[in-house]
Nanobody, 118 residues
Framework: QVQLVESGGGLVQPGGSLKLSCAAS????????MGWYRQAPGKQRELVAT???????ISADPTKGRFTISRDTAKNMVYLQMNSLKPEDTAVYYC????????????WGQGTQVTVSS
C-alpha cells in the first residue's frame, strides 16, 4: 500500500525553526521525486521544494535560503528543514511523491499544519 505520512508541524514564533518529516512507502520512494507543497487558506497549493531520486533539488523563490529539503534513502524519509520562519509561511504542508517512471503518478500525504505566529 502506498503511504505518505507527514509529521513535525506545529506552532512556532516568527524567526523560529521547524523540521517536517515524511515517511514514504518503499514501493514508491526509490523511483520518485519527493516534494513538499503548501496551501494557505484561500490560496492554491504551491510548490515549496522537490528532490529527485538522484538528489537534485529545486526550491521555490519564497523559501530559498531558508528551507532545505533532504532525503534519507535508507529510511525512506524526506525532510524539510524550515528556518527563519515568517507568518506568511503559515499553511498546511503536504508531502508529495511523483513517480519518475511511466506512467507518472502523484501521491499525497494528509498534510501537517504549520502556524507561524507570535
Amino acid at each position: 500500500q502506498v503511504q505518505l505520512v507527514e509529521s513535525g508541524g506545529g506552532l512556532v514564533q516568527p524567526g523560529g525553526s521547524l523540521k517536517l518529516s515524511c515517511a514514504a512507502s518503499r514501493i514508491i520512494f526509490s523511483y520518485s521525486t519527493m516534494g513538499w507543497y503548501r496551501q494557505a487558506p484561500g490560496k492554491q497549493r504551491e510548490l515549496v521544494a522537490t528532490i529527485t531520486s538522484g538528489g537534485r533539488t529545486i526550491s521555490a523563490d519564497p523559501t530559498k535560503g531558508r528551507f532545505t529539503i533532504s532525503r534519507d534513502t535508507a529510511k525512506n524519509m524526506v525532510y524539510l528543514q524550515m528556518n527563519s520562519l515568517k507568518p506568511e509561511d503559515t499553511a498546511v504542508y503536504y508531502c508529495n511523491a511523483r513517480r519518475e517512471l511511466i506512467p507518472v503518478i502523484d501521491y499525497w500525504g494528509q498534510g501537517t499544519q504549520v502556524t507561524v505566529s507570535s
